[in-house]
Every structure is written in C-alpha cells, then in structure tokens.
C-alpha cells in the first residue's frame, strides 16, 4: 500500500453548467489524488450541492454554498476509505473544512478562496485562526488571491503570520521551488501565484508541480506528502473541566451518584468499590459528554443552514438580510473559537483574556510546548532507530522499565553511612506523625493542590473533587483509610502514567528526556496529606546544608553562599575549588530499602514508613508516547516525579551522603569569618550538591565518600556533567583533581552563573535577553496601556526575580531595561507622556508601569536585611554579617564584637547604597 497522501487544489470557475462539471469531474478522476479542493464551484443552493455529492462517486464530497457568479468551495476524497470525523464551514462560500481519518493518520483539511479585497482576506486569515489549533495533522489548500511572493498589502503578511504560528510550510516551494511558477495567467499576459497548498511541517514533503488544465485559467497543484512523522494515538480519557460549570451536569451527577451506593454489596471492600466507582463516573461523564457534542453539533449546523438559506435567497434573485446575516458569521465565529480557547487552555496558556481573540503569542507558545512532547524516533540499545508507534512504545517501555529496576546494593557499606545520622525524630512528633488522617487534612491537601494539571490514569482532576467534596469527602477518606490499613492502593490509584518531557541534546535518545508521573487525584490526595506531616519533621533530622522541602529554609541560602564565600576567597586571596556534582538519573535510581532503613534510622516510627511503603511498593507505570500507551510495568526503584512526596524523600536519601562529607576529617571546607571555626565543605539542594573545599585532597576523598555511597545506595555521579571551578590564589588553575572536568567559563549551580568577577552583569544580561522574547512574543497581541502593564507585572517581572535576590541590576544595565519596558509600552512609536508620569498610579494621573530598577533594588536591599534580622541558620548568614552588618548598622542591633570586612563586594556596596540611613 503507498503510503504518500495526495492532495490537489484547482480554481475551476464554476461548475454549475453540467457539461463543464461532468468533464471536470471526469479530468479529476485521472488525477489520482486523496483529497481535492475546489474553488469557484458557484454553488448556488441546496439542490447544487445534492446534485454534485450525487455526480462526484469515488468518495465523499463537501460543498460550501457561495454566488451564482463567484465564490463556492468543495472538498473532494479520492475514494472511500477515508473516515469522515467532523465537518464546518468558516465563512459561507469561501473557507470549508473537514476532520478525517485516513491510514491510521488524523487531518483537518480546509479548503479556502480568498477575497480579492486586503482587509477581507485579513478577515478570512482571522476566521482561519481558531480552526488552525488542532492536533492533527493540518492541510490548507485553495486559491488565496494574493502572490506572496510580491506581498503588496497587509494580508501577505497575516498568512504568513498564520503559516509561521501553526508551523505550516508552503508544500511546492518546500519540495521543488525550481518548478514553482505562476498559477494564474489571464490574456493580458498577467501572471501570478495564487493557489497554495499549506502542510504541517509533521507530514514529510516528498515531490509538488504544477498541472495546466483547459476549463480554467488557473493551473492545478498537485503535491504528494510522505507519511506523518508522527501518528498520535487516542491517549486515555479525561475530563473536560468545563462541563463542571454547567448546572445540568452538576445536578445530574449528584442524582446519579446517589445511586452508586447500592454496589457496595457486589464488591469486597471500600476499595474495590472505589474502583468500580470510577469507572461508572467515567462512563457516565462521556455520555453526557457525547450528548452535550450532538447538540453543540445540530447548534452549528443549524446556524450554517440559516446563513445557507440567506445565499440561496440571493442567488434566487432575492435580497439578503445583511444585519441577520452578519450576526449569524458572528455566532458560527464564537462556537469556533470558544473551541480554540478550551483547547488552548488545555495546553495550560496562560494570561487568556475572555474578551480577546486567540492571537499568534498563544499559537507559538501552545505549539513550543507541544514539541517538546512529541518524540519523532527512538534510538534502541544496539543502535538502530525506529519510528513506528508501536516501535517506540516498545523501545520507551524497555528502556524505562530497565531504569526503574532495582539493583543491588551494599548492605554493609549501607551500615557505614547510616552510622553518621545522629540526628533523631523526637517522639511527640513521631507520635503526630502517625494519627490517624482527618477530613479536614485531605481537604486541605486537595484544595492546595495546582488547577488545570493533566489527571492520571482515571481522568478526574482535583477540579472535580472539588466540585463535588460535599458527597464524595466522606467517601475519599473512607478510602485513603482502608488503604493505611490494608497497605494495598487501590487498582487504578497504583498505575501512573509516564509522560515525556524533552531537555536537550540528541532527541533519539531516551537518557534526555524527563519522565513526569501523571497520578491519580486520589493517590495524590493521600501522599500529599503524607507530605504535609513528613515536611513537619524535616527541619528535626536534615542539616542545615540542605535547603530543599524544609520550612524557612531557602534556595537563595545556597546560592548566597557561594556568592560571598567567591567574594571572600577574591578579597583576601585564599584558595577555594567549588565542584557542582550531578547525579546521573537521581530520583529515579532512589533504593527504597536504603531510604526506609535511613527513615528508620533518623527515627520515623514503623506506622509511618509502613504508610510510605503502601505508596511505593508494588506501584505501576505505563508509558505515553505521542499518546500511544504502553504496557503496565512495576517501578521497583525511584521516588516519582510528579508524587508530592519524592522530594521530601529524596531529600532523606541523600541526608547520609552529606553527614558522611561532614564527619571525615580528610575533607576540609572553607573557614567561614566570624563563624567561631565552622568550616562549610558543601551546600545541597535536592540532588544538586556543591562543595567547597581547600585542598585537592578533599577533592579527591569527596568523590572516594560519593563512590562509596554509590554501591550503598544506587546513586550515581555523572562525572561528565560535574565540574571545579577555581576562585582566589587559585584562579587560573587547569589541572582539576579526582578525574572531574575544569569549568573554564562560569559555574552554573542553580541557575545561576558564578565568575570570579563580572558575575551579575553576566547573569543580568542573560535575564534581559529573556525579557527581550518574552516582549517580543507579547507584541502579537493587541493590548491597550492597561492591558500591558498586567504583562509587565505578571509575566515579565516574575521572570526577573530569582537572580535579584542574589545579584542587584548593575547600572550599566539599568537604562537598556527600561528602554525595552517603555518600547513595548507604546509598541516602539514616540512616547508621548513622561515616564516618570506613566510610573505613577492610575489615581496620580500615570499608568501604574512598574518601576523595575527600583523594585528590583528594593528586593535585592530588602532580603539582605531580613536575613540580617533573624538569627544565623545557614553560614551564608555569617558572610552577610561580615560584609554588611556595619553598615547596615542604623536599621538593626549591631554590636562592634564580630569581625567586618572593610573593602565591600560590589553587591554589597550597591545594597548600602539603597539602604535606609538612620
């Protein structure tokens, strides 16, 4: 069977004349093409359209009503294979479109003639939008009126806007641009192009030409596309959270669920009941679902017939009800994008405006994150690559399968890191740990958790929990109940789906792509009420070195550290080597019995770890590749990406790794000023650990202890993504210890950038370079004064903060940021009022644009001193004092005991120049 699809696209000039539409039809049948569209078929009422779908018999035929002189669409199908899914017109007589099935492959195929008029095809190019966000594979073919190549008017630009947001490719230019000429010639030796046929860029192009006819002065375009890269497959059912608005499904449901009791005689337990529960909630979701569709369905088609009708009258020498008409393309109009925006809001768009129509920002910014979920091949093992679904499937599955394997450890070695927790559980918190959960613990659990995310494998968000706690929290902590007890999750609670997620690098690989666990609502219920009460205890049993998942702790600590322990070091001319160690596949080599063992260790009581084990052992997975499913396969190792408790648990795992640093004596840290001699040799977060050491020794005793800790634990050091930087005397070294590479340019631990000098305008520059895209994107939009500044807080600041907490905005820098604010404020024109006036609020006469080196400044001033205030947790909190309490002397309690650095990193001296005078 050949697997290219055929398309063919022609301008017949009317049809309407029978022997002129039995010798096209005839000419068409020798084409040999899949899919055809026609323009100008001057349709000019129902019986027209009757009599083409009768005298066109090698397949299906859609017509779309338009003049008697001008105007009328079709699409043809070259046969009878094809499945018809869906049909829509997107303005009468000039853009028709259908949803099909054909090969295993989905398509939407839209056939379009454009208006001669520019702001009419600008119209048509917005009507086209909407119809454009789909996940199938998207054809676009017709006559557009237009060249352009030669461009000449707004609209060249529009459709050129809509190829490049929906990655649509011009299929002859794509294929064979050498043969690619005119399209249209008239007898004053005109000629142009004009008839296009637009692809996804998903559909391999293989050949285009242009084929000359008689009955027409256009020449048709025939092009032949390869096999879709990509098939998706249907996925797993989930629930559209917009029917939990409707009041006809709200009150149906809790008629229905009343009823649902009465199967709890035909199960064994609650949690068979549960499961049984589901499945009845799913069925009965997706008939309503199915009836709702059917009457959207008679709702569009009823309104197409109307505006039908109002051709037909005109054609039939009547006169149309232009205002009637006009409101009729309204209302089709809103259906098609009141579409696009559930679908974009399934793709997680943020800032959608319900006043707005969906713009090019939305489109690009859906289609970007959808790319980084399609996997187009895979590499296996030995080498080969395949590109059939169900061949990476399998691929995916046994790759993931392997990771997730539970390997051997030292029981012995275990022994030994185990030995240097001497931190304990105090027993009333252990005794809070394990009572019994509460109604009110899983609807708090359930109310903080995140709207909108993508549900596991029985389809409910937290949002239906939500809708209906009233009825189903009894019920849910019936369940979470029976599960502590039995120690057996329920069947559909137990299985996680696996969803990709691509980083970087060689895409054929499977080793640089993210797996994230979509789990069910209830499972997650359960282990985040867990959480809640493990994260109680953190702060008891992990050190201070580790920042993540313990209360009043911060990431910032981390990096603040490093921050001023560099400034140190570069000041009074000490050596220090930092080394930032990557852990190859960290949450997912995790050894359960060594993390239940150190639980156990740092005292968590039997009950609780029995309440871990019941979540973890015997858990599930199937993986999703470009919605094809996988078998179910057990995860016998690792803590899931996307479990509320993974890294909390993590975080456990990894406490004796980081005790055992601390405790050898051939491992020296840097001495810390006015610390009393604390010398600091590591800081962590999660799995990111950065030591900070004196001597190539410690270097080399570090990684010996983590080699150690590999054959305890699992966990391993990817030595080709770890790496040493040098600071003070030994700035400009090359030869590293311990066989890690030498960081040559900066050290990026966290996400932010660390040099021996310059560190904040490196990582300024690379913040503003993304406040460049971000605006860049954010100008396709059409907004007012009011409708930017809302990006502009919301949007654009957040995205500047993390690095003004450690580096303050340098000067050099200030004047191009607000230059770009004020630029996207009045879209690159003159300004014409003041910026100081814009900044003021709306009540002073100004716009309430913010001022972003002032904010920024105030952050940066106003962290520093609030750490000041409190007493030192972290040792970064001794560094801060060192360099900046005298100074900020007139604002805090300061005593004149402590040591004080005179000469003041450029950060700091920036802080005391923003900072309050007494």
Known sequence: MNSSVFFFCLNVRGLRDNVKRRAVFCYLEGVGFDFCFLQEAHLRDGGDVCRFKREWDKGESFWGIGGVHSTGVGILCGHREVKIENTFVIMQGRVLGIDVKFREARYRLIGVYGPQVAADRR??????????????HLVIGGDFNIDLGLGGDSSAGAISGLMACHGLVDGCLHTTPAMVGP????????????????????????????????????????????????L?????????RDILEEQAFVDAFFCFFRRLDGLRSMCEGVLEWWDLVKGRIRAFIIGYCRRKNREERREVDRIQRLIELEYEAGNLGGSIDW????????????????????????????????????????????????????????????????SKPEEMVRVTTDHFQGLFKEREIDVEQGNVFLEHLSRRLPEDIRDVMEAQISLEEVESALRRMGKGKVPGMDGLPAEFYLKFWGILGPVVLEVLKAILETGVPGGSMAVGVLSLLYK????TDLGNWRPLTMLCVDYKILAKVLADRLRTALPYVVHEDQTCGVEGRSIRWNLQLIRDSIAWVEDRGLPLMVAALDQAKAFDRVNRYFLFRVLGRLGFGEKFIGWIRTLYVGAGCRVSVNSHLGDVFDLSSGVRQGCPLSALLFVLYMEPLGAAIRADTGVEGLLIPGSSGLRVKMTQYADDTSLLLCKDSCLTRSLAIFGDFTRASGAVLNHAKSSVKFFGIWRG????????????????????????????TLNWNMRIAVVQRKLAMWKARYLSFMGKVPVLKVDVLPSLLYVAYIYPLPACLRRPLVRLVFQFMWSGRCEWVARARMICPIGEGGRGVPHFPLKLDAIFVSFLL?????????????????????????VMVWSNAGPRAEQLPWHFGHAAACAPRG
């Open 123 to 136: 119209e048509m190019v917005d009507c086209l939008a909407p119809l454009c966000v789909t996940n199938r």
């Open 183 to 230: 399209t249209w010639r008239n007898s004053r030796g005109v000629a142009r192009r004009l008839d296009y046929i637009f692809v996804s860029r998903s559909l391999g192009q293989l050949s285009g030409r242009l084929l000359p006819v008689f009955f027409t002065d256009h020449d048709g375009v025939f092009l032949q596309v390869g096999s879709p890269v990509c």
């Open 232 to 240: 998706f497959g249907r996925g797993y059912w989930k629930l559209d």
């Open 323 to 386: 205002e009637r008409f006009a409101a009729l393309k309204a209302q089709l109009r809103e259906l098609q994008e009141q579409k696009a925006r559930a679908f974009l809001e399934r793709a997680h768009s943020g800032f959608l405006e319900h006043n707005e129509t969906c713009s090019a920002m939305f489109f690009k910014s859906v289609r970007a994150r959808q790319s980084r979920k399609v996997m187009k091949r895979v590499r296996e093992e030995n080498g080969s690559i395949v």
């Open 504 to 507: 970087k690098g060689e895409a």
């Open 733 to 760: 070294r090359t030869d590293v210890p311990g066989g890690l590479s030498l960081c040559e340019g900066a050290l990026r631990i966290l996400g932010v950038h660390f040099e021996t000098s310059g560190s904040a």
């Open 866 to 890: 609030t750490e000041l205030a409190r007493p030192v947790i972290h040792p970064s909190g001794y560094l801060l004092r060192v360099f900046f309490s005298y100074k900020a002397r007139s």
